[in-house]
């Protein structure tokens, strides 16, 4: 019987440039130089495991966290619980935690980070992100679009009113923009694609589950969202296939939101 053969691995340039919004497209050669591929080593982050804590008095890191395949990553604050931040394969997360460009003078309360799920990362040191910056054009505009993403997504959530439906079409709508302004997103067929657990909506934009759970009952039946329970076996999956319709609900009142409360 013969054996299998092993699947080559993909090099950690290669995955950089094919795979993250900040390398996308960036000259392989050049990346070398500056990341020789004994300093990458691709580093399994745990589910459920705190990487770090963000915002520490007196206190940075000293790498950019870059993902790259699967998991997922959030920022919670504390004492409320109430998450701030997600990020997905194709960005980083840690820049606002570098001394140095736009994390020098961004700074807010202590908060935890932490992936909820298994998710693969690099480490890119500071000396090198900082080489980077300065040498190339595009990394520099990239990297200060990673700063005004988070500024927006937080903003998208300080309209998560006590609304149900708004709550949770806030929380989708900042995800819509960010994963589209970083070229992940939509697929080919324009829908939306997100593996997002209703703990993580219920935690950030503070209603409970079952609360959270009959919202995407209600948007499934008008048509905004889709599961994808045949081929997701964890049932977080959720497909927008109407990104303007969730906008009506974002900016909704009361009375036009015609599906809540469901009957």
């Given at each position: 019987m013969a054996k299998a053969t092993k699947q080559p691995k993909i090099n950690p340039i290669e995955q950089l440039v094919s795979r993250n919004y900040?390398?996308?497209g960036l000259d392989q050669d050049w990346l070398k130089q500056l990341l020789p591929s004994q300093?990458?080593?691709?580093?399994?982050?745990?589910?459920n495991r705190p990487i770090y804590t963000a915002f520490l008095p007196e206190e940075s890191i000293d790498v950019l966290y870059v993902i790259l395949d699967e998991g997922i990553v959030i920022a919670r604050s504390a004492p409320l619980d109430r998450i701030v931040a997600i990020t997905y394969p194709g960005s980083c997360f840690g820049e606002r935690n570098l001394s140095f460009s736009y994390g020098l003078a961004t700074r807010a309360f202590p908060t935890l980070i932490e992936a909820?799920?298994?998710?693969?990362?690099l480490k890119i040191p500071l000396a090198t992100v900082e080489k980077l910056y300065q040498e190339n054009?595009?990394?520099?505009?990239?990297y200060r679009l990673l700063f005004e993403l988070r500024e927006k997504f937080q903003y998208h959530l300080l309209n998560c009113?006590?609304?149900p439906p708004q709550a949770v079409?806030?929380?989708l709508r900042a995800l819509i923009y960010q994963e589209r302004e970083l070229g992940n997103q939509p697929d080919q067929d324009g829908v939306y694609v997100f593996d997002l657990p209703v703990d993580i909506i219920a935690r950030a934009c503070q209603l409970n589950q079952r609360t959270v759970e009959q919202v995407l009952k209600g948007m499934q039946k008008v048509d905004l969202i889709q599961s994808a329970k045949s081929t997701d076996l964890s049932g977080d999956i959720i497909r927008v296939i109407s990104p303007e319709g969730l906008?009506?609900?974002?900016?909704?009142?009361?009375d036009k939101v015609a599906w809540w409360p469901l009957r």
């Amino acid at each position: 019987m013969a054996k299998a053969t092993k699947q080559p691995k993909i090099n950690p340039i290669e995955q950089l440039v094919s795979r993250n919004y900040l390398f996308k497209g960036l000259d392989q050669d050049w990346l070398k130089q500056l990341l020789p591929s004994q300093s990458l080593k691709v580093e399994k982050l745990f589910s459920n495991r705190p990487i770090y804590t963000a915002f520490l008095p007196e206190e940075s890191i000293d790498v950019l966290y870059v993902i790259l395949d699967e998991g997922i990553v959030i920022a919670r604050s504390a004492p409320l619980d109430r998450i701030v931040a997600i990020t997905y394969p194709g960005s980083c997360f840690g820049e606002r935690n570098l001394s140095f460009s736009y994390g020098l003078a961004t700074r807010a309360f202590p908060t935890l980070i932490e992936a909820y799920k298994t998710t693969h990362v690099l480490k890119i040191p500071l000396a090198t992100v900082e080489k980077l910056y300065q040498e190339n054009e595009t990394f520099r505009d990239r990297y200060r679009l990673l700063f005004e993403l988070r500024e927006k997504f937080q903003y998208h959530l300080l309209n998560c009113s006590t609304y149900p439906p708004q709550a949770v079409a806030s929380l989708l709508r900042a995800l819509i923009y960010q994963e589209r302004e970083l070229g992940n997103q939509p697929d080919q067929d324009g829908v939306y694609v997100f593996d997002l657990p209703v703990d993580i909506i219920a935690r950030a934009c503070q209603l409970n589950q079952r609360t959270v759970e009959q919202v995407l009952k209600g948007m499934q039946k008008v048509d905004l969202i889709q599961s994808a329970k045949s081929t997701d076996l964890s049932g977080d999956i959720i497909r927008v296939i109407s990104p303007e319709g969730l906008k009506e609900v974002y900016s909704a009142t009361r009375d036009k939101v015609a599906w809540w409360p469901l009957r």
